[in-house]
């Protein structure tokens, strides 16, 4: 069990090697989903998706690898293993040898939020280096180059894919994750740039039994709009959306979510808006940066206790 005890951590985006909090409960009318160990099924029917040869690991493991002002956070529990974007290109490597140090041979499923390149960037060389169970897709057609080289590796390397259209919920070890289309439909760029690709962004949540975390994806205020629109309810931990930038109703998405934990994957070269840190500081929300603590590990066992851990 991880201890029930809270201390003073950081605020407003300090950082500590280790720290341990206790949350209270949330009520998300979820029951505890569990499976044999190793294996991602569809919670829906029960099939399996994937089989993972990770070691079994008791609760949840959330690792938000430190990509710099991009996304690639490895989810943890029991024996599976599922992966929420790649950062970039240039930083595979980067996710591949903190993957390996992790005992990750296999991706039991991966999730690509979105198809910006801090994102998408290093789907090809993590997929040539690993074994690829089910791959989660938005469910709409990019314009730009990145969604073009995303599509060309999904197809040269037979990983499928399916677009999320729909909620569709997976069992991971002892948790549920469940992932959301987007409620903002995608409008492409005249240009061929991006669009409004960050408010189609996939958004996550996994639960395990009184644990409870949300992954925003890049959301900006259309995004947030849509997803309160849905009324998905608390969430002890909160990724972010978009890194930690200042959108004009950040401030309803922390106080509608309520986090006690947030996490923001930014870089020293670009950080989080000092007005979203200020946000999160006034409703004492303990923040967690990857430009200040390198890679972020927040581990919980179901108890409503989380552990938080850095690495540089």
Do not use: W
């Amino acid at each position: 069990m991880l201890m029930g005890r809270r201390v003073s951590g950081p605020r407003g985006g300090s950082c500590s090697r280790r720290s341990f909090l206790h949350v209270l409960p949330v009520a998300l009318g979820v029951s505890l989903l569990t499976t044999s160990c190793g294996r991602v099924e569809d919670a829906s029917d029960g099939s399996a998706v994937g089989a993972s040869g990770a070691s079994a690991l008791e609760g949840v493991r959330v690792t938000c690898i430190d990509v710099g002002k991009g996304d690639c956070i490895l989810l943890q529990s029991g024996a599976s293993v599922v992966l929420i974007d790649t950062g970039y290109q240039e930083t595979a490597d980067e996710v591949l040898s903190c993957l390996a140090k992790r005992g990750v041979g296999r991706l039991d499923a991966l999730v690509l939020t979105h198809y910006d390149k801090d994102h998408v960037g290093g789907l090809r060389a993590i997929a040539e280096a690993l074994e690829v169970g089910a791959v989660y897709l938005p469910s709409y057609e990019g314009a730009d180059k990145n969604y073009a080289m995303t599509m060309e590796a999904v197809e040269d390397l037979g990983l499928g894919g399916e677009r999320v259209t729909a909620e569709r919920s997976l069992r991971l070890g002892d948790a549920r994750l469940t992932i959301y289309p987007s409620g903002v439909a995608y409008v492409d760029d005249a240009n061929g740039d991006e669009g409004n690709d960050n408010d189609a962004s996939l958004v996550a949540t996994l639960t395990c039994g009184d644990d409870s975390y949300l992954f925003a994806g890049d959301l900006e205020e259309d995004g947030i709009d849509a997803y309160l629109a849905a009324g998905h309810g608390h969430f002890d931990v909160i990724k972010m959306p978009h890194h930690g930038e200042k959108g004009g109703n950040v401030d309803e998405l922390i106080d509608s979510v309520e986090p006690r934990i947030a996490l923001i994957t930014d870089s020293a070269d670009d950080p989080a808006d000092k007005k979203t840190l200020k946000l999160l500081k006034k409703r004492d929300v303990d923040t967690y940066r990857t430009s200040d603590c390198g890679t972020i590990v927040v581990e919980g066992d179901g108890s409503g206790g989380y552990a938080v851990s850095t690495e540089r």
